[in-house]
């Protein structure tokens, strides 16, 4: 398994699951559309390396990478 630290702008990666994090924290992400089986590619990581800017499920999506790092990703070749 992957985390979004090992991705590269322009890379894409599906999500398999979520480790750790606390149940309420990985709600939210499933809220904004980060959900097991969803196609991601980061589009974006500013200057400092925190925060990052996804596209998932057509829209852009801003995350801290520590927010991030608990999505569980397999990359997706194309």
Known sequence: MLHI???KVGEKAEIRGYSGGAK??????????????????LVRVAPLG???QVLV???VLSLRK?????????KVIA
């Open 5 to 7: 630290k090992d991705l």
């Open 24 to 41: 309420r924290y990985r709600h939210k992400l499933l809220s904004m559309g980060l959900t097991p089986g969803a196609v991601l590619e």
């Open 50 to 52: 925190d925060p990052i």
């Open 57 to 59: 499920r057509g829209f």
């Open 66 to 74: 520590s927010e991030a790092s608990v999505l569980q990703l397999e």
